[in-house]
Nanobody, 123 residues
């Protein structure tokens, strides 16, 4: 069983930056894939970025490539999402997720989810 707790959301102006954190506890995630997803009001939860914890392989949604960076800190069992050049349309609740499998981009593959952190980008 893995517990995930996100933090780092908030209000930022368009073009600004935020760094989200996700602390994993309850089990080591060294053999997991972990991902960031987001859900705006009235929309489906969508993949943002993911990482294979053991080999560091990363994957990004096309809409965030070059602006967002996913990373991990093994010692702290913590996942990060550095978000730069944020846009108003990226206002959403951002969720951290983890799964012992290997599929990174599909939300239905993930077994464990955090409670989410709100990111609001003002224009």
């Amino acid at each position: 069983q893995v517990q995930l707790v996100e933090s780092g959301g908030g209000l930022v102006q368009a073009g600004g930056s935020l760094r989200l954190s996700c602390v994993a506890s309850g089990s080591t995630v060294s053999r997991y894939v972990m991902g960031w997803f987001r859900q705006a009001p009235g929309k489906e939860r969508e993949f943002v970025a993911g990482i294979n914890w053991s080999n560091g392989y990363t994957s990004y949604a096309d809409s965030v490539k070059g602006r967002f960076t996913i990373s991990r800190d093994n010692a702290k069992n913590t996942l990060y999402l550095q978000m730069n050049s944020l846009k108003p349309e990226e206002t959403a609740v951002y969720y951290c997720a983890a799964d012992p499998g290997e599929v990174i981009r599909k939300r239905w593959e993930y077994d464990y989810w955090g409670q989410g952190t709100q990111v609001t980008v003002s224009s």
